[in-house]
């Protein structure tokens, strides 16, 4: 068996804009999605640390771009290790309704600067509430990343909020939604704690 886990999880720095954020050759993974998909939680979720980033209860607080450094670890069980250095990158939020025309623009082109900058992004997971069908901005986003070079994934949140039963055929229409293939499309819960491992592999086979 091989196992992942994540050591030394940090907050390193909010950049109100691209051009704070600094040069880096780290790998970064990035979360994009609209705001509340719950993002930070998943980040705090994904580094076993419960307030690293910030969760708010205000849909539209991250308004900047927050770096985390984190090491990821696979282990054998003959005792092999291994392990990669990573960014994280929990970007502004996608389309929130109650922002001004501006400041919607200003979120977006922060978006797109970050997705176009010479920046060492290997995968993007995108986050999507599964109580909501995504969004003309979501689906446009997706067929973006897909068609870019980098690792795309997309998440499926709050997963806890939906019974057992229906789960699968909504993973099913999401695939379809979003013109994915079924291992690029991940169901996830922090709150009921589900997904982690697959999200921890999908990271460790995209990081260098
Ligand atoms: N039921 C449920 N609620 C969640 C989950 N993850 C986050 N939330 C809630 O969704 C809201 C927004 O979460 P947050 O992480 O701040 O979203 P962000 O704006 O995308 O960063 C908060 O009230 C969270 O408690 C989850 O897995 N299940
Ligand atoms: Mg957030």
Same mark, same amino acid.
């Given at each position: ?7 030394? $999880? ?12 600094? $040069? ?12 509340n ?6 980040? /705090?979720?994904?580094?076993?640390? #419960? /307030?690293?980033?910030?969760?708010? @209860?205000?849909? &539209? @607080?991250?308004?900047?771009? /927050?770096?985390?450094s ?6 054998? %069980? ?12 929990? !970007? ?14 200003? !979120? ?6 970050? !997705? %176009? ?13 599964? @109580? #909501? ?12 990343? #897909?068609?870019?070079? #980098?690792?795309?994934v ?5 997963? %806890?909020?939906?019974p ?28 009921? /704690?589900? &997904? @982690? ?12």
């Open positions: 068996m091989i196992s992942l886990t994540i050591k030394d $999880a940090q907050y390193i720095l909010s950049a109100p804009s691209m051009a704070h954020l600094p $040069a880096s050759e780290t790998a970064q993974i990035a979360f994009v999605g609209r705001s998909v719950g993002k930070s939680s998943l980040l /705090n979720f994904l580094m076993s640390r #419960r /307030n690293l980033a910030r969760i708010s @209860r205000t849909p &539209g @607080r991250t308004r900047a771009l /927050n770096l985390f984190a090491t990821i670890i696979q282990k054998s %069980d003959d005792g092999i290790k291994n392990e990669k250095i990573l960014n994280l990158i929990d !970007l502004p939020g996608l389309g929130y309704a109650k922002l001004s025309h501006e400041e919607k623009a200003l !979120l977006s082109e922060t978006l797109s600067d970050y !997705l %176009d900058s010479n920046h060492p992004i290997r995968m993007v997971f995108h986050l999507l509430d599964c @109580r #909501r069908k995504p969004t003309s901005e979501d689906i446009d986003l997706s067929q973006l990343l #897909r068609n870019s070079e #980098r690792k795309y997309a998440v499926i949140t709050k997963i %806890d909020e939906i057992v039963s229906k789960r699968k055929p909504l993973l099913i229409q999401f695939t379809k939604d979003l013109s994915l293939h079924h291992d690029d499309c991940i169901m996830a819960s922090s709150h009921a /704690n589900m &997904g @982690r491992d697959a999200l921890l592999l999908k990271i460790w086979e995209h990081v260098a």
